[in-house]
């Protein structure tokens, strides 16, 4: 019988960290039932009901170990959703490593996997002597910015946002300083130091794995290969995303099935995305003159985009729709409220465009299901991802924010019509239904599956010795 593989996992607090690296850990297990992977997660506060209930559902070769939570009280108001991250994987540093120690006392560990939040972990890898990974839940373009950042520190004066000329990472679409992450907009601040902080430790890792594939960023990959050299390898093992629950009885769904075929837009943004309640009703009016069938997950409004990220909303968001919204668009349009089955809907046939906040978790979705999107980034690296949708890969439209920052309905109205009615949408939603192809052909038996086979036979290998 085949010597059992152990190996470790840290994610970082938010559901939307937290799935990709257990999807990979199940990825493993299913590929090679002899690997078994134990899941450390820290969590901000008590661990959300969302993420409790999808560690449940585990296979038996997947332990989950919720560390003891870090207290909400400890953090300043308002600080950066990143940064919050950042401090409570900091701030539970000693259980991890107290964890470890037990796990390695009964196993041979062969690997530790942390997601790039949790990068100090990585510095236990030698204590018990497994190979050390980062897990990177986004695009190549994302991952190549991180490593080519304190390069870009050095050689750029002044903020990123004034820079004249476009930022030209090797192999991807040339971007503008304005769209690169949210903390590095603002060079002197505190998030801006904690980016930095983790693009310097990604060169301690033996190996990066990371949720995308080769068909959907050829120039980036292959550019970032030259650059590390073989000093990190790199393993692009995507599009690695939640399967979809089963969610038959979803009310949501039911509506969908009424719907003609890719007629419905779906709007969403991500597991914790708001928006102001002015951007509130520029968009339910936009949604109302665009005249298209649609089904939007609504959160309560908030001047803070990443307001509920790592919070529970208890208000009823539907309270802040314009009034009589919910009466008149009746007929064409469906609001679920905080949560919707979004793998399901992206899948379902009814559906034939997505309004996004471009969460690269919901990019892979849409590419999975063949969905064109028009673009909304709201915080973190969505711009980034924007870029690449629409200038890159030209499958999403970008819509024009006004000078404070809003979309106004007469704009949504005009990129709806565009994407659900007129040739330009037709054309990109032929490129995802190509895409989609590619995604599906990675993850069978093309690069993501071989590339994930050579990782795990490097892990095999390791642990017969
Ligand atoms: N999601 C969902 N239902 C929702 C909102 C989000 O299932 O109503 C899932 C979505 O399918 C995706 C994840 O939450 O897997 C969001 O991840 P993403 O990277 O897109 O955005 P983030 O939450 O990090 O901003």
Redesign the pocket.
């Known amino acids: 019988m085949a010597k059992t593989v152990h190996i470790a996992v840290v994610s970082s607090p ?4 937290l ?2 690296i257990v999807e990979f850990s199940k990825r493993l297990v299913k590929l090679h039932p002899n690997f078994h992977v134990t899941c450390f997660v820290p969590s901000l506060g008590s661990p959300p009901e969302s993420s409790i209930a999808y560690l449940k559902t585990l296979p038996s070769n997947i332990d989950s170990v919720f560390l003891p939570p870090i207290s909400k009280e400890q953090f300043p108001q308002g600080q950066y959703v990143g940064l919050q991250i950042q401090l409570t994987v900091t701030l539970a540093l000693p259980s991890i490593h107290e964890v470890l120690k037990s796990l390695s006392s009964k196993v041979r560990l062969t690997a530790l996997v942390a997601d790039v939040f949790a990068f100090q972990v990585l510095e236990f890898a030698k204590e018990f002597h497994a190979l050390s990974y980062f897990y990177f ?1 986004g695009s190549a373009m994302a991952l190549s910015l991180l490593l080519h950042m304190p390069k870009l520190d050095e050689e750029v004066s002044g903020e990123f946002k004034d820079q004249v000329e476009p930022i030209r990472l090797p192999g991807c679409v040339p971007l503008l300083g304005v769209d690169l992450p949210a903390p590095t907009q603002n060079r002197s601040s505190e998030a801006y130091k904690s980016f930095l902080e983790r693009a310097k430790a990604m060169v301690i890792a033996d190996g990066i794995i990371f949720n995308t594939f080769l068909e959907m960023e050829p120039g980036a990959i292959r550019a970032l290969e030259e650059s590390v050299n073989g000093k990190i390898k790199l393993y692009p093992v995507g599009p690695i ?2 399967k979809g629950s089963n969610s038959e009885a979803d009310e949501c769904l039911r509506w969908l099935d009424k719907q003609p075929p890719c007629s419905v837009l779906y709007i ?6 708001t928006m102001s309640q002015h951007q509130i009703d520029e968009l339910a009016l936009g949604l109302e003159l665009s005249g298209q069938r649609f089904l939007w ?1 609504l959160r309560a409004p908030s001047n803070s985009p ?1 307001a509920a ?1 790592l919070e529970t909303a208890e208000e009823d968001p539907l309270q802040f729709l314009p009034k009589g919204f919910l009466e008149r668009t009746k007929e064409k349009g469906f609001v ?1 409220a ?6 399901e809907i ?1 899948g379902h046939s009814s559906v034939g465009g997505f309004v ?8 892979l ?1 849409s590419v999975q299901e063949g969905v064109p999107l028009i673009t909304w980034p ?3 690296e ?1 711009r980034m991802n924007a870029v690449m949708l629409a200038e890159g890969l030209k499958v999403a439209l970008r819509p024009r924010f006004n000078e404070d920052g809003i979309v106004e309905k007469d704009e949504i109205a005009k990129v709806i019509k565009c994407l659900m009615e007129e040739e330009i949408g037709e054309a990109m939603r032929q490129r995802m239904m190509t895409l989609k192809g590619f995604a599906a052909h990675a993850l069978k038996d093309g690069s993501s599956r071989q590339t994930l086979l050579q990782l795990t036979s490097e892990w095999e290998n390791l642990s017969e010795n």
């Open positions: 938010g559901f939307s960290h799935v990709p839940p995303t939640q969403s943004f991500g597991s914790g995305g997950v990443s990220y679920v905080l949560w919707a089955p979004q793998v992206l996004s906040h471009c969460g690269w978790n919901s990019i979705e709201l915080f973190a969505q």
